[in-house]
């Protein structure tokens, strides 16, 4: 390249870069979103990132939020808690507005106190029980914790399947033993006894031994708690052995990739479901649509996850009516946002002082290879 | 000869001022993953020493900086100071890692790998399942970041400095020891394990100690890792973190004593540099790693290396080819 073209080159990027920089009239709303897009979490993470990318689409179509558009940058923390505390300390070191991500609990555990050193709320994915009960002010969830899904898990197998005895089948991560550990809880609380308790591997391909304990122990019901893939796979061993007492779940034993993978197996198996885009709710349904049109697939509740916390922005900074990220998540702890005035939270939900949501939630049943709604279970507070 | 020692001793004043200038500019998250190179170096150099020098393949460095981390968060949360958790996982992983050496004075090569590689699965389980001490898969938060001389380091900038001062004090320990009769008994093991025997090399011995004192370093790099990210969890510390410092020795140039440097700063920096690529970033990495790999299967020092002695022996022959034409021209 010749001196001259080289010069020219660079008065070209000078001026483009001076463009770029140069004031516009509302300054953008920054976000900054660390999420698992490799690893062994990429579903997770590439269905909250995308789910957040439908919501800023939408938001800044008709205007932005009180005007500001909204501009967000993702992160891979592929999946690890160390690169996910670098990626963190970049995102604050940005001054984001608010900080979304990350969806695996451990890497939550790593970054949660540094946005709350930073005074930045954290709207994220993880479910663990534990991350919100540290007294961290600037944690928020957006999908139900453990220890509120699992009381409601154990009283319908008590109350409505009426088992006395229950098999235990949950993955060794820490999304599998949380569960685990709070049901198990329960079920002792409620005089159920776990005749069967059998950690699993992420990963695992053959469940024929673990099914075989379960059969061999004769429960009244099985609580399968497994990611996707394995959740097909654990189903589609238990129909093979013949086990037919209820097979109840959370989350994700129902969830549509689940009935794909498993084929007819998961058919008759029960689950408790707090965010589903299967949900009989015709904001829920316009939803998974438009999210099905713009990425070609449906997603599952992490996709829900990643859109509903941008419409948790949109209310909180329409109901302080400025941007003022100092004020975020003292605004957040107790506020209630309802659908009828944001249709994007798409269901009522109300934020408690930990940064907990209480929210309808459903008990669903595969009935034809669909999920099918058998309970709408109503907000604690109405 | 003379412009390789000035290449390394330019290369080696300009790495020492860039690393204590640069980072009173650099933001919590540059100093953050810079920290994390230096104790990424620490346990390659442990691994370069264990398989650059010695030779013997090993999958299970990793499982070593889990050891050394889980024994300086387990004692640091229970209020014992960083050094002396530094002493119990150095003399910790010897043991382990004198008792994995084992296997190779049976095994080499790609068994010895396997027989590290399942011990590498075990250890994995170990931290997982047992619960009692290393409170298994919900992992142990909030490790502290220790005082040292009086100073509390907390910040990033201190923790920083604390990182680059292990690395340091790693680096002049292990110059020091392959320069040592030990050093060049390793690498004589390496070369020729027969003639080393034959030649009085005690090589049982070295052997095992080739292990130790790389599982050491492995460990010395955990008790650092723990107050850097202040939490660890079990998943850090699987066969991809082994692979991942094979990688880093490889990349860099097995057998060199900067390899291990350059290969963490491929693993470690090179896909935070990418980041800006966003969706890109793992395929650009992993195209240039093993396109690298293609180019010079010695890694990048290799490249280095080949050039420097491709010089020399032009050098050399033009300086033969000279001398032989004066004495033709006395002829």
């Known amino acids: 390249m010749s001196i001259t073209r080289k010069v020219s080159r660079l008065a070209v990027l000078t001026l483009a870069a001076g463009f770029m920089a140069a004031p516009v009239l509302a300054q953008p709303i920054h976000l900054e979103d660390v999420a698992e897009l490799s690893g062994g979490g990429a579903t997770v993470g590439t269905n909250f990132k995308n789910g957040a990318d439908l919501a800023i689409a939408e938001i800044n179509a008709k205007g932005g939020i009180l005007g500001h558009k909204i501009e967000i940058t993702h992160a891979d923390s592929q999946s690890n808690p160390g690169v996910a505390r670098a990626l963190v300390q970049k995102a604050l070191d940005n001054n984001p507005y608010v900080l979304l991500g990350p969806g695996y609990s451990g890497s939550v555990k790593v970054t949660e106190s540094l946005a709350a050193k930073a005074g930045i709320a954290n709207i994220m994915g993880g479910e663990a029980a534990e991350l919100t ?62 005749v069967a308790d059998l950690s699993t591997e992420a990963g695992q391909v053959d469940f024929a031994a673990d099914v075989l304990k379960v059969k061999n122990a004769a429960p009244d019901a099985v609580f399968v708690y497994l990611n996707e893939d394995e959740s097909a796979r654990a189903l589609k061993e238990l129909k093979r052995q013949g086990v037919t007492v209820p097979l109840i779940g959370e989350t994700t034993l129902t969830g549509q990739k689940v009935i794909d993978l498993a084929g007819g197996a998961a058919e008759g198996a029960l689950a408790h479901v707090g965010l589903t885009t299967d949900a009989p709710i015709p904001a829920v349904q316009e939803f998974r649509k438009n999210f099905a049109a713009k990425y070609n697939y449906v997603p599952d509740h992490n996709g829900i996850k990643g859109y509903l916390a941008i419409y948790v922005i949109k209310a909180v900074t329409e109901k302080m009516g400025k941007v003022d990220p100092a004020n975020f998540a003292k605004t957040l702890h107790g506020m209630t946002i309802r659908a009828k005035d944001e249709p994007g939270i ?24 669909k999920q099918v709604v058998k309970t709408i279970l109503p907000k604690m507070v109405p | 000869m003379s412009t390789q020692r000035l290449l390394t001793l330019l290369g080696l004043t300009l790495g020492v001022l860039l690393l204590l200038v640069a980072p009173f500019w650099m933001s919590k998250y540059q100093l953050y993953v810079v920290s994390l190179w230096a104790v990424m170096s620490i346990a390659a150099i442990g691994l370069n020493l264990t398989l650059g020098y010695a030779g013997q393949v090993s999958l299970a460095q990793g499982v070593f900086v889990g050891v050394g981390a889980y024994t300086g968060a387990i004692m640091t949360t229970n209020g014992m100071p960083m050094a002396a958790a530094l002493v119990v996982a150095v003399v910790l992983c010897f043991a382990i890692g004198w008792a994995l050496g084992y296997p190779a004075l049976r095994v080499q090569h790609h068994y010895l790998a396997f027989v590290t590689l399942a011990f590498s699965t075990l ?31 907390e910040s990033n900038l201190r923790f920083y400095f604390v990182c680059i001062l292990s690395l340091a004090i790693v ?35 070295y052997t095992l100690m080739a292990f130790a004192i790389g599982s050491c370093l492995g460990g010395v790099a955990g008790v650092i890792y723990a107050p850097l990210v202040e939490f660890i969890d079990p998943s850090p510390f699987t066969l991809d973190l082994s692979l991942k410092l094979l990688m880093m020795v490889i990349v860099g140039g097995s057998g060199f004593f900067a390899g291990p440097y350059l290969g963490a700063a491929i693993a470690v920096l090179l896909p935070e540099v990418l980041r800006f690529t966003e969706g890109y970033y793992l395929l650009i990495y992993a195209a240039f790693v093993m396109i690298l790999m293609i180019i010079s299967p010695t890694g990048l020092l290799g490249i280095l290396d080949r050039y420097l002695t491709a010089r020399s022996t032009r050098k050399a022959s033009a300086a033969r080819a000279a001398l032989s034409a004066s004495f033709g021209d006395q002829t």
């Open chain 1, 346 to 369: 798409l269901m009522d939900v109300t934020y408690d002082e930990h940064g907990d949501i209480d929210r309808q939630g459903f008990l669903v049943e595969v009935k034809d290879g």
């Open chain 2, 171 to 205: 680096s002049f320990g292990v110059w020091w020891l392959i320069r040592s009769p030990w050093g060049r008994a390793f690498v004589a093991l390496r070369e020729n394990p027969i003639r080393a025997l034959s030649l009085g090399v005690d090589t049982r011995r």
């Open chain 1, 133 to 194: 009960q540290t007294g961290n002010e600037y944690v928020f969830r957006t999908s139900f914790g453990q220890q509120s899904t699992m009381p409601k898990v154990a009283r319908y197998i008590a109350e409505e399947i009426k088992a006395k005895t229950v098999a235990v089948v949950w993955v060794n991560n820490d999304f599998g033993k949380g569960g685990r550990d709070v049901i198990n809880a329960e079920f002792a609380k409620r005089g159920i006894k776990v």
């Open chain 2, 123 to 153: 250890g994995y389980l170990v931290f997982r399942n047992e619960e009692w001490l290393t409170k298994g898969i919900y992992g142990i938060v909030d490790v502290p970041r220790p005082m040292l001389l009086g100073v509390q380091a």
